[in-house]
Nanobody, 126 residues
Framework: QVQVQESGPGLVKPWQTLSLTCTVS??????????WSWIRQSPGKGLEWMGV???????YYAPHLKSRTSIARDLSKNQITLQLLSVAPEETAVYYC??????????????????WGKGTLVTVSS
């Protein structure tokens, strides 16, 4: 069974870099089975798709986040990482890692994904 777990610092200061890790078990991220997305949800708002990395390492980002976002893989640890530069307080959110069998850019409907982590809350505050 595939399991996904996000981890990272709960508190980040404005203008700092946010770094999160998605640890996957039950399947190798190097196989051609899933695409791995990062999605976030700020308080009172809907889901926001941030970007995705494929099993081959190709990445795609939301246009408005592309200049500040980097998604990578660590095959030795079976992990997906997210880096978001120069965060702002309004980027306080629960950050999720999700797996999908199809590449659907910008997808924010939960049913389009096969597996979700529980999410990790990141607060951006000084």
């Amino acid at each position: 069974q595939v399991q996904v777990q996000e981890s990272g610092p709960g508190l980040v200061k404005p203008w700092q870099t946010l770094s999160l890790t998605c640890t996957v078990s039950g399947v190798s991220i190097a196989t051609g089975l899933y695409y791995w997305s990062w999605i976030r949800q700020s308080p009172g708002k809907g889901l926001e798709w941030m970007g995705v990395i494929s099993y081959s390492g190709s990445t795609y980002y939301a246009p408005h986040l592309k200049s500040r976002t980097s998604i990578a893989r660590d095959l030795s640890k079976n992990q997906i990482t997210l880096q978001l530069l120069s965060v702002a307080p309004e980027e306080t959110a629960v950050y999720y890692c999700a797996a999908s069998k199809r590449l659907i850019l910008g997808a924010t409907t939960r049913d389009l994904y096969d597996y979700w982590g529980k999410g990790t809350l990141v607060t951006v505050s000084s």
